[in-house]
């Protein structure tokens, strides 16, 4: 028999490469047990993988790499519940969830990632009420390490240590959210200044569901998003000004000024500035899945810290002053999010309320000082870096920054003491 030749995996940012000493593509709970097996057995390391929407190595394995793409699809239907395969993608739950008059209550910016993926690092939108994807799990069923097949519920430390787990305690295979009935979003985008947001940050996170708002480096303009629950009527964006909005100006002619901006970093102050004058005032009613979430065709590379709640002003002013005061040119809004403490030991939302700041930068002009200025910012405030978004910590530092890190680190002694599940990622960030 020919050996099949080896498989590279490489990341959505395409700043993360490995090379699996096999790959295989699980279609059942069966198939994720033998596999386990079958590296244990072999003295390998065993991963899944999402879609690769992680910026860091978190996802990558030098062992078995099981591919999600045949683990998906509805297992149950309950009245407020839906259990899914850990593959299924988010896209694909926000259509089938549709189609019965169902939604989850709060999504991230994006829909490409699979279930597991998404809440294994973490993956939030802004709420004031509702949390990360996380926070809306209630059930979840993983491969242990000795290929014992495991649930974890609410109150079982295994259900608050995996939720948000960085795949480090087995290979889910289920997934079961908390559903409600679908709802309608009325989406408000208008433009403030920097100031004025700082100056009205409670009273703003106070009086939206959903807040998320853009500030544009080297300008004085933020680019707000409220999204608020309404009885309707929908009033969706027409098609041709979503197309305008969604694909031309957040992609591709945002693409064409990043690509601007790369080859002559002297204009991104001025593409900044025009930019800034051209953001309309704009407001829609749809269901909530479409406004959540965005289409992102730029690539770029992200990092994104969590912050107390009480400290998001300071951090976005210091990251403001540190923008002004260094000479870089940069073309990517800072984000920001907010939302209600956790209770997923990991999460970076555990235990308080949080403020989220997400640094980007354009994919071909990667500018690591910047990341680092701003990395410094926020740990001297208490930050928790997104699991799946660049940073530079490690166990040492996270352990004081997350109340439950040790109880974690025992439960993964206990349940992977050989480490089955682990990569260098892990190594560092969670230690050996
Ligand atoms: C364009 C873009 C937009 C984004 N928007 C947001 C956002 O709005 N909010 C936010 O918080 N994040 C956001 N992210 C980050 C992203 O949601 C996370 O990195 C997420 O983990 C990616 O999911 P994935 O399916 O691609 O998983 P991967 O990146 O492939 O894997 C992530 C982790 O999950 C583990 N894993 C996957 N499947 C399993 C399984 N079955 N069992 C155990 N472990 C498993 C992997 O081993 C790895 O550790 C964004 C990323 C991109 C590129």
């Given at each position: 028999m020919r050996t099949p030749p080896p498989v590279t995996f490489r990341n959505w940012a395409r700043n993360q490469t490995g090379t699996p000493a096999e790959v295989r593509t699980p279609a059942c709970v069966e198939d994720v047990v033998r596999a386990v097996r079958d590296a244990a057995a072999a003295g390998r390391r065993i991963r899944m993988i999402g879609?690769?929407?992680?910026?860091?190595?978190?996802?990558?394995?030098?062992g078995i790499m099981l591919r999600p793409?045949?683990?998906?699809?509805?297992?149950s239907w309950a009245d407020d519940r839906v259990t899914v395969m850990a593959g299924t993608p988010l896209r694909a739950l926000n259509e089938l969830l549709a189609g019965r008059g169902l939604a989850l209550a709060n999504m991230g910016?994006?829909?490409?990632?699979?279930v597991a993926g998404a809440i294994q690092t973490g993956t939030h939108g802004t709420g004031r009420d509702s949390g990360g994807l996380a926070d809306q799990v209630a059930e979840l069923e993983m491969v242990l390490a000795d290929g014992s097949v495991a649930t974890a519920g609410p109150g079982e430390d295994l259900f608050d240590a995996a939720r948000v787990g960085l795949g480090a305690l087995g290979v889910l295979t289920a997934v079961t959210f908390r559903v409600e009935p679908a709802f309608l979003l009325h989406n408000r985008r208008r433009t403030l200044g920097h100031g004025e947001v700082l100056g009205s940050l409670d009273e703003l996170t106070g009086a939206n569901e959903h807040l998320d708002f853009f500030w544009l480096p080297h300008t004085e303009t933020c680019l707000l998003k409220t999204n608020n629950r309404t009885a309707g009527p929908a009033r969706p964006p027409a098609a041709a000004r979503h197309w305008l909005d969604?694909?031309?100006?957040?992609n591709t002619l945002f693409g064409a000024v990043c690509a601007l901006g790369g080859r002559l970093p002297g204009l991104i102050p001025r593409i900044n500035g025009i930019s800034a004058v051209a953001l309309g005032e704009s407001e829609s009613v749809d269901a909530s899945y479409k406004v959540f979430t965005s289409r992102r065709d730029v690539r770029f590379l992200e990092m994104e810290y969590a912050v107390p709640r009480d400290r998001l002003a300071q951090a976005l002013r210091e990251t403001r002053d540190l923008i002004e005061r260094m000479d870089w040119k940069i073309t990517f809004p800072v984000e920001v999010r907010v939302t209600p403490p956790s209770?997923?030991?990991?999460?970076?939302?555990y235990g308080r309320p949080t403020g989220y700041v997400a640094c980007h930068v354009y994919r071909p002009t990667p500018n690591p000082a910047y990341f680092e200025g701003v990395e410094e910012i926020m740990t001297r405030l208490d930050g928790r870096p997104h699991w799946g978004k660049l940073h530079t910590r490690d166990a040492g530092y996270l352990a004081k920054v997350y109340p439950r890190f040790e109880d974690f680190l025992t439960l993964r002694d206990r349940l992977d003491p050989d480490r089955l599940f682990t990569n260098d990622h892990l190594d560092r960030v969670l230690g050996r």
């Open positions: 879609t690769g929407h992680s910026f860091t190595g978190v996802a990558l394995t030098d793409g045949a683990l998906t699809g509805v297992r910016d994006i829909t490409e990632q699979t969604t694909v031309f100006l957040e209770d997923a030991w990991l999460s970076t939302a």
